[in-house]
């Protein structure tokens, strides 16, 4: 973090004071640290959904624990990234790609236990690939960081999986249903988005270099 304005010049001369470029960040900082950590948890996660095939307790609230402490480190790792100015163009890759590794491993979990339809797991999984392809495809014109639209889309995902995560009584079913149908309605129209965005970002790259 910086010093406060006008703390740390004693004895620095103007012209000095002026040369100085803005602060570097450095890639290896607290907030990429956390989402790195992020995509290590994705193993240990699958390995306690999978546990007993999902019939033990213990093992189901271990795994929906270890979700919940990754999805929290997302927020996290933004929120420190942007109060400390620890933004970097790693940061705004991994960070995507990490909170898609969380998800979609829980949702093909989730439906290799036969507890969530292929279909939904299809759906969302095409478009998290489709949107990280296009993050690469326009990677020399420029990075598309992740909207606000992307951040509801994924805090609803998350929520949803929770919901089907927790051991919950049979009745509750239609609770998780629901939740997931929003989630899968978010996926679709933000993928769409970052797709007119990806155009958009070429487009005047192209055109500033012509």
Partial sequence: MSAPDGAGDAGVEPSAR??????AVPTVNIANVLTVSRLLLVPVFLLALFMDAGESTGWRLTATALFAIASITDQVDGWIARRYGLITDFGKLADPIADKALIGAALVGLSALGELPWWVTIVIGVRELGVTLLRFWVIRH???PASRGGKAKTVAQILAIVIYLLPLPGYLFVVGAVAMGIAVALTVVTGVDYVVRA???RARSLADRG
């Fill in 18 to 23: 002026g040369r100085a470029g803005p602060r």
């Fill in 142 to 144: 420029g990075v598309i």
């Fill in 199 to 201: 155009i958009r970002l």
